[in-house]
């Protein structure tokens, strides 16, 4: 499954390529997440990142992660903007969901740009067994007004990721 999310800035940067846009890409989040070995996969395919113009920066904490991701959305705001739009990924842990909710909401009403999306990934540890405490993020996403896309297959991590970017 972390390979799928890996893989899925690229494709999402042939998708829009294909449509003629000059996208990037940006992925950011936490390496203490259930997702921790996202962070492995990214780093493992940082020059086909690199060739699709998918930037990874992991982030110090989910908030910091967020926040930058969220800024992502804002590239209409600036005069001489060289690329049309940036998609980007967001990962987290449960907790981290929790602690993100400000910018989840503020980020959510603000929606993204033209050509851009968001895709925010949450790593549940309904047991505990990575955690401090149980979690499930599902909550605290209807409460952020965001929808819930749950995949059950590695197809499905594909197929709803760029659903869910494009929904965005």
């Not at 492995?40 to 690199?50: E, G």
């Not at 699709?52 to 930058?68: C, I, K, M, S």
Request: hydrophobic fraction near 45%; charged fraction near 15%.
């Amino acid at each position: 499954g972390v390979q799928a999310l890996a893989r899925l800035p690229m494709l999402q940067r042939e998708r829009d390529r294909a449509a003629g846009l000059n996208t990037a890409g940006y992925v950011s989040g936490y390496r203490g997440s259930p997702l921790g070995g996202l962070d492995t996969a990214l780093h493992a395919a940082a020059p086909f990142l690199a060739a699709h113009d998918v930037r990874f920066q992991p982030g110090v904490n989910e908030e910091l992660a967020a926040t930058a991701i969220w800024g992502t959305q804002q590239l209409q705001l600036l005069p001489g903007a060289r690329k049309d739009g940036i998609f980007a990924l967001w990962y987290g842990k449960g907790p981290g969901v929790d602690r993100c909710g400000d910018v989840f909401k503020h980020a959510n009403y603000a929606g993204s740009s033209r050509h851009g999306g968001v895709l925010v990934v949450a790593g549940d540890d309904h047991a505990a067994r990575s955690s401090a405490v149980a979690h499930q993020s599902e909550h605290m996403f209807s409460a952020c007004a965001m929808p819930v896309l749950a995949p059950a297959s590695v197809q499905q991590i594909l197929d709803f990721g760029l659903h869910g970017l494009a929904m965005s």
